[in-house]
């Protein structure tokens, strides 16, 4: 199994991004629970957890909140609106 061997150097981020987003059908299995009522408690644990880790400071405050605030402006507008507010912060 993936997990199983020693990775290489990474940091817990860098191991964080790679399981999340990993295409390896093991890895995929694990995350199998992440979104559905059984696991949904712990995965927005582990949300609100990156959450408060980002508003120990005043700079994570802000990229906090404006995280939030496009996945409010993605959620209610939908695909297309995302993008035009992509257009504008360029």
């Known amino acids: ?3 199983r061997t020693l990775p290489q150097v990474m ?4 191991f964080m991004i ?3 987003q990993s295409p390896n059908s093991e890895v995929a299995y694990l995350q199998r629970l992440w979104a559905v009522p059984k696991g949904i408690p712990s ?3 582990l949300v609100r957890s990156v959450r ?3 508003s ?3 700079e994570g405050r802000n990229a906090w909140a404006d995280f939030i605030q496009l996945e409010v402006f993605k959620f209610f507008l ?3 609106s995302f993008l ?3 257009q504008k912060k360029i």
């Open 1 to 3: 199994m993936i997990l």
């Open 78 to 80: 939908g695909p297309a």
């Open 56 to 58: 120990s400071t005043p």
């Open 52 to 54: 408060n880790e980002l």
């Open 11 to 14: 940091t817990p981020k860098e």
């Open 18 to 20: 790679h399981f999340v």
């Open 43 to 45: 995965s927005m644990d």
């Open 84 to 86: 035009l507010s992509l």
